[in-house]
């Protein structure tokens, strides 16, 4: 199937997205999560000068959970759990949309940011306890005050243990990342309703790759 750089790197953010609620879910409702998969999408947020929109998740593969939660959404009758999910990613997509027209918002997720690498070199990984700390105040402080408000839905006890809430925190604000990229690419939420086909095709050749 011939199609753009740009269809391209819209599909790879979509699939970034759909792993970062997919996580999300997870987590709420079972207290687990793959450790690979979470390590990709925080590892995004520090990714700032990527050449491409696959290189800011390091290689295809790293995705691989995405593109199928992606083809899911796009081909696979939805059970109760997929439809939580795609409302968590509708949601992201609304709050990264809405980021664009608030600079001192964004001016501040951005300053910290920068600082997880200097985090990350202290306490030695991105999910030590200190780093999600940090990353989940971030999202705290910034996205969590903008409407729409996310409530996640799933197992009080895995929802209330403090690690659970800074992971969730910290993989909405990657998810927030992947929303503006899929933006940034010229992304619409019509293009799932009206494009999904041609979306389905890209996912199914990204699939092949990874």
Known sequence: MIYTQQERDRTIALAALLQSVYLVHNIAVSGQADQTDINTLLNSLIVTDADTTEAVYGKLSNLKTGLDQLHIQLV????????????????????????SKYDSVMN??????????QHIEQFGEIQNEQVLSHIADTYKRTVSNLTPFIKVHGNQNHLQNRHNANLIRALLLAGIRAAILWHQKGGSYWQLLFQSDKIEKITSDLQASS
């Not at 999910?85 to 609304?94: D, E, I, P, S, W």
Request: glycine share 0%; net charge positive; proline share 3%.
């Open 76 to 99: 696979v009758q939805k059970s109760k759990h997929e439809l939580t999910q795609l409302q968590y990613a509708v949601n992201l997509m609304r709050l990264a949309s809405k980021l």
């Open 108 to 117: 501040v997720i951005n300053k910290e940011i920068d600082q997880i690498p």
